[in-house]
T-cell receptor, first 116, second 119 residues
Framework: EAQVTQNPRYLITVTGKKLTVTCSQNMNHEYMSWYRQDPGLGLRQIYYSMNVEVTDKGDVPEGYKVSRKEKRNFPLILESPSPNQTSLYFC???????????????FGQGTRLTVV | AQKVTQAQTEISVVEKEDVTLDCVYETRDTTYYLFWYKQPPSGELVFLIRRNSFDEQNEISGRYSWNFQKSTSSFNFTITASQVVDSAVYFCALSEVSSRGSTLGRLYFGRGTQLTVWP
């Protein structure tokens, strides 16, 4: 079954304790991206990757790191989480058209992160 | 400035009413994609439709229809004879096919419209 898998689904952590949220897709998509969803703000892009070893910042990259060592995986790393990173996080993947534009994205089920 | 504006934060209707969700976008590109996604109370994001900028034909899928108007930069979504199961947050999104490359890889979302359908 074609899917984007995020883990964990729920996470409560303390300020400053490094954490990683994993994301994996089995559709051979070139493009992967991370979003955070906050009430009233919609989905905001954190980082995206258009291919292996190629990553770029989105709208809200501060406090996050990503890596794309393999096509299927795109982990999100919070080196020193803070309470303002409490949010619902989504990973997405997509094919790219010839020019590099994103087509319809498939989303993981979300990770609800609470930083206390 | 928001590239995608969904001015309606919340809409409530009674079952069987028709409802239209508005989406206005902003882009300098002549070629782009527009999308609608649904987020039901369970939280997952479900892709509904993709529209290419060079195809202004309206689309109908069952009770769902989409009205794309380049002249007003709008891509509105209508649900006919709404049902309780349509209750969800709906997001409109934009992807630019820029030959300049500066916005490639960006997928811009509106802030969403919470639709509640009462029985």
């Amino acid at each position: 079954e074609a899917q984007v898998t995020q883990n964990p689904r729920y996470l409560i952590t303390v300020t400053g304790k490094k954490l990683t949220v994993t994301c994996s897709q089995n559709m051979n998509h070139e493009y992967m991206s991370w979003y955070r969803q906050d009430p009233g703000l919609g989905l905001r892009q954190i980082y995206y990757s258009m291919n292996v070893e190629v990553t770029d910042k989105g709208d809200v990259p501060e406090g996050y790191k990503v890596s794309r060592k393999e096509k299927r995986n795109f982990p999100l790393i919070l080196e020193s989480p803070s309470p303002n990173q409490t949010s619902l996080y989504f990973c997405a993947s997509s094919f790219l058209v010839k020019t590099g534009a994103v087509t319809e994205a498939f989303f993981g089920q979300g990770t609800r992160l609470t930083v206390v | 400035a928001q590239k995608v504006t969904q001015a309606q934060t919340e809409i409530s209707v009674v079952e069987k009413e028709d409802v239209t969700l508005d989406c206005v976008y902003e882009t300098r590109d002549t070629t782009y994609y527009l999308f609608w996604y649904k987020q039901p109370p369970s939280g997952e994001l479900v892709f509904l439709i993709r529209r290419n900028s060079f195809d202004e034909q309206n689309e109908i899928s069952g009770r769902y229809s989409w009205n794309f108007q380049k002249s007003t930069s709008s891509f509105n979504f209508t649900i006919t004879a709404s049902q309780v199961v349509d209750s969800a947050v709906y997001f409109c999104a934009l992807s630019e096919v820029s030959s300049r490359g500066s916005t490639l890889g960006r997928l811009y979302f509106g802030r969403g419209t919470q639709l509640t359908v009462w029985p």
